[in-house]
DNA sequence: CCATTCTTGAAACAGTCGTACCATAAACCT
DNA sequence: AGGTTTATGGTACGACTGTTTCAAGAATGG
């Protein structure tokens, strides 16, 4: 018949367009600086995604994707005390190569902020973390479905790392996690 | 000699300013639907603050001082338990009336993190913290310059409040806070 | 070779942005 | 009243935005 498609070019190009996003940021986004950054033009952004919505999207899910991929191999199981667990699971999403993740995280959420509809399913990217959560220091909540421990565990988590990104005060989180670990562990 | 500045006028947009901030949120702020919002125009904006950077500085002083002041009057003082100022301290920040100064707070932080340049005392937010919860938490810090346990209480309160205005589950958050509370009660 | 499909470039469109220029109106003091 | 300063409207500039249109190039199957 023709010439066939290639899938592929999608693909590569969505690899570096999440790449850009997790280096410079979502906020300030826009389609010919990406492009040039990416060797390609804006013509081909829109060709492959559609339209900026669905490529911020796509770059989204990606990074989702990514982070949901280190997170599986890298951090200790669920093995030793709660208070050695809660020490992994800190030391792991504190780490510096994680920190392009967590920007954009904050940055999701403030924007979700001012366009909730713009993310149908944000709630859910938080319960989510319930079940793994919750299977993790079962040992020190209060029962079966207690989801307050969970939530606790990983507001402490959310507001040390809001701390450390605004402060860059390693030693000062550190000792608060170990504080609060300290109060679990009892 | 001629006619006298009206300094009134500038300091009446800047509050006005400040609703609309507080009411729409800093993302998508541009100057003329602002002005079309505050029944001005851009040239007054301009003409009154200099420039739009100015404006924004201006309006994020004046949320910050509102904030201040409701703050020294509405949360209970130094009084009761640990657990009982806890949770003082946690239904003025959680009201709903404060929403709208916790997303902005949140999207400032946001922003930041894309611009540290711009907010060249950002992490003097968080540090000052310090001093007023060191201050109503002593009892239960490890000594008088405990900056662990203070860091500790914030970063709750913080990665609650991100939890509650993602997922609006004002149950769960109050519970997590609860256990929080009688953790450090002990 | 050739029709057909995928890919890509260049340019333009309609819109918004912050800001600057120019003029004029309003209000005050001498 | 006149002259001086403040206040304000209108308008335009240049840069940027996401998106569309038109056209031509590239690669394949028949």
Redesign the interface.
């Known amino acids: 018949m023709a010439r066939p498609a290639d899938p592929a070019r999608r693909e590569r190009t969505l690899a570096r367009a999440t790449d850009h996003v997790l280096a410079h ?1 979502l ?2 986004l826009s389609l010919r600086p990406l492009a040039a950054a990416l060797d390609t033009s804006p013509r081909m952004l829109l060709y492959d995604f559609g339209s900026k919505q669905e490529l911020v999207a796509a770059v989204l899910a990606e990074a989702r994707r990514r982070g949901a991929a280190r997170l599986t191999g890298c951090p200790p199981p669920a093995t030793g005390t709660p208070a050695q667990r809660l020490r992994g699971i800190w030391a792991w999403l504190s780490a510096p190569e994680r920190a392009p993740f967590v ?1 954009l995280f ?2 999701v ?6 366009h909730p509809d713009h993310y149908p399913d ?2 859910r ?3 989510d973390w319930f079940d793994t959560l919750g299977a993790a220091f079962r040992d020190v909540a ?1 029962g079966e479905d207690d ?3 969970p ?2 565990v ?7 790392l ?2 450390l ?5 390693r030693d ?2 550190d ?6 670990a300290h ?2 562990g ?1």
């Open positions: 940021g906020a300030g920007r904050f940055e959420h403030a924007d979700g902020l001012a944000r709630a990217a938080i319960t209060d989801t307050a421990t939530t606790l990983m507001a402490v988590l959310r507001g040390l809001f701390d990104t605004t402060t860059g005060d000062r989180a000792r608060a996690l170990e504080r609060f109060l679990l009892t």
